[in-house]
C-alpha cells in the first residue's frame, strides 16, 4: 500500500510540475503575434491586411515517410528535439488556443470562418466573402484567407512548429529563436 501511496504521490507531483510548464493562451498569442507581424524576415504573411482565419479546418496529415510511421507527437518531439513527449503531447491535446480576438485587436484582419460554418456557408461562399473582405483590403489574395494551427512549443521555448494552410495547400515550418530573432525553416509541405 506504501508503494501505491509513493507513486500516487509522484504523479501528483509531476502533474502540478507540468502545470507550471504548460504553455499559455497568452503565450501562444503574443508568438502568433510576433511572427506574423514581421513581414521583411520570416514573411509568413505579407501585411497585416491578410486575412486570418479564426478557425483551420484542415485535417492533420498522417506522419508517413517511405513506409515509416509514427505518432504526431513523437513526430514533433523529434523536430523540436524536446526529449519530454509528455509536454508535446499535453500541448497537442491541450484547449487551449489562439486568441484572435487578441490579434484582432492588434490590427490583424481577422476571418471569422467559425461564424460562415455555423451558418452553413458552403466552400463556395466562404471564398466569396473572403473575397469581398480582400476587395476591400486592396488585396488579391489568391488563397483567400490564411489558417494556423496551434503553435507547439519545445520546453526551453525557443523551438516551435507551426502549420500554416490555405484553402488547397500549407507550409509546416520549425520556427527556432536565434539571439532575439526567429528563424524559419520549413519542414514540409502539402497541395490538393
Given at each position: 500500500?506504501?508503494?501505491?501511496?509513493?507513486?500516487?504521490?509522484?504523479?501528483?507531483?509531476?502533474?502540478?510540475?507540468d502545470?507550471?510548464?504548460?504553455?499559455?493562451?497568452?503565450?501562444?498569442?503574443?508568438?502568433?503575434?510576433?511572427?506574423?507581424?514581421?513581414?521583411?524576415?520570416?514573411?509568413?504573411?505579407?501585411?497585416?491586411?491578410?486575412?486570418?482565419?479564426?478557425?483551420?479546418?484542415?485535417?492533420?496529415?498522417?506522419?508517413?515517410?517511405?513506409?515509416?510511421?509514427?505518432?504526431?507527437?513523437?513526430?514533433?518531439?523529434?523536430?523540436?528535439?524536446?526529449?519530454?513527449?509528455?509536454?508535446?503531447?499535453?500541448?497537442?491535446?491541450?484547449?487551449?488556443?489562439?486568441?484572435?480576438?487578441?490579434?484582432?485587436?492588434?490590427?490583424?484582419?481577422?476571418?471569422?470562418?467559425i461564424?460562415?460554418t455555423?451558418?452553413d456557408?458552403?466552400?463556395?461562399?466562404?471564398?466569396?466573402?473572403?473575397?469581398?473582405?480582400?476587395?476591400?483590403?486592396?488585396?488579391?489574395?489568391?488563397?483567400?484567407?490564411?489558417?494556423?494551427?496551434?503553435?507547439?512549443?519545445?520546453?526551453?521555448?525557443?523551438?516551435?512548429?507551426?502549420?500554416?494552410?490555405?484553402?488547397?495547400?500549407?507550409?509546416?515550418?520549425?520556427l527556432?529563436?536565434?539571439?532575439?530573432?526567429?528563424?524559419?525553416?520549413?519542414?514540409?509541405?502539402?497541395?490538393?
Amino acid at each position: 500500500m506504501r508503494i501505491f501511496a509513493f507513486i500516487f504521490a509522484l504523479l501528483l507531483v509531476s502533474c502540478e510540475t507540468d502545470k507550471e510548464n504548460a504553455v499559455s493562451q497568452t503565450e501562444i498569442t503574443n508568438f502568433v503575434s510576433e511572427i506574423l507581424s514581421d513581414t521583411t524576415n520570416l514573411k509568413i504573411i505579407e501585411s497585416k491586411k491578410i486575412l486570418i482565419s479564426n478557425f483551420d479546418f484542415t485535417p492533420e496529415l498522417p506522419i508517413e515517410f517511405e513506409g515509416y510511421q509514427t505518432t504526431r507527437t513523437q513526430y514533433i518531439s523529434e523536430i523540436l528535439e524536446e526529449k519530454d513527449t509528455l509536454f508535446i503531447f499535453n500541448q497537442i491535446n491541450s484547449k487551449v488556443k489562439i486568441d484572435f480576438n487578441q490579434l484582432e485587436k492588434e490590427s490583424f484582419q481577422i476571418f471569422d470562418l467559425i461564424h460562415y460554418t455555423k451558418a452553413d456557408f458552403t466552400i463556395e461562399e466562404i471564398k466569396k466573402e473572403a473575397s469581398k473582405l480582400n476587395e476591400s483590403n486592396s488585396l488579391k489574395y489568391g488563397d483567400y484567407f490564411l489558417m494556423m494551427k496551434k503553435p507547439i512549443f519545445n520546453k526551453k521555448r525557443n523551438k516551435v512548429v507551426l502549420n500554416v494552410n490555405s484553402i488547397g495547400s500549407g507550409h509546416e515550418y520549425l520556427l527556432e529563436k536565434k539571439g532575439n530573432n526567429w528563424k524559419k525553416t520549413r519542414i514540409s509541405f502539402w497541395v490538393e
